[in-house]
């Protein structure tokens, strides 16, 4: 199994609810049928308590676009998680961001 990390800094958020760590796996677990699955969360330790949501998928390289998509048509206890999110996919010991794309900046899931 893969890991697909989505990033989330709650300066950038309109509303920085907790439950979305619930609430989005869920929703990308439910509209993925199934093929994507909630991988735990976590909180970096960064001094602003970034937020990391996990998800298992066997195919990270294109699930990873169905993520995208799901984010972006969907908001999360108000927010536009997209907007503001940092998508990667676990590539062997450290993560590769896929989203944005072209980004250049290094980014600690």
């Given at each position: 199994?893969?890991?697909?990390?989505?990033?989330?800094?709650?300066?950038?958020?309109?509303?920085?609810?907790?439950?979305?760590?619930?609430?989005?796996?869920n929703?990308?677990?439910?509209?993925?049928?199934?093929?994507?699955?909630?991988?735990?969360?976590?909180y970096?330790?960064?001094?602003?308590?970034?937020?990391?949501?996990?998800?298992?998928?066997?195919?990270?390289?294109?699930?990873?676009?169905?993520?995208?998509?799901?984010?972006?048509?969907?908001?999360?206890?108000?927010?536009?998680?997209?907007?503001?999110?940092?998508?990667?996919?676990?590539?062997?010991?450290?993560?590769?961001?896929?989203?944005?794309?072209?980004?250049?900046?290094?980014?600690?899931?």
């Amino acid at each position: 199994m893969g890991v697909i990390a989505i990033r989330l800094d709650p300066r950038k958020l309109e509303n920085p609810d907790t439950d979305m760590r619930y609430d989005i796996p869920n929703k990308i677990q439910l509209h993925s049928g199934g093929t994507i699955t909630d991988d735990g969360y976590d909180y970096l330790d960064e001094g602003d308590y970034i937020m990391v949501i996990y998800l298992s998928s066997k195919n990270p390289e294109s699930d990873v676009d169905i993520v995208v998509d799901i984010l972006s048509r969907n908001t999360f206890s108000g927010n536009s998680v997209l907007d503001v999110a940092q998508i990667g996919i676990k590539s062997s010991d450290k993560y590769e961001l896929k989203y944005p794309s072209g980004s250049s900046m290094e980014v600690n899931f």
